[in-house]
């Protein structure tokens, strides 16, 4: 999967849960991190939707 749209799709899900461009509270790293964490997810679970996943990814990270 492209990283760019990856990025761009983690980014919007942050936006979903009331952050603004700026408040996006991810650095380079943790943006990398959770691409990583996201692609293994749906390579060990190919029948879940993207945008699940990503949720599930952006929801742990806002409650921890």
């Not at 996006?24 to 997810?41: F, G, W």
Request: charged residues 30%; negative net charge; hydrophobic residues 35%.
């Amino acid at each position: 999967m492209d990283e760019k749209l990856l990025q761009k799709m983690i980014r919007n899900c942050f936006l979903q849960y009331h952050h603004n461009l700026d408040s996006v509270p991810l650095t380079a790293e943790e943006y990398t991190e959770l691409m990583i964490l996201i692609k293994k997810e749906k390579e060990l679970n190919p029948d879940q939707d993207i945008y699940d996943v990503i949720n599930d990814f952006v929801y742990e990270y806002l409650t921890k």
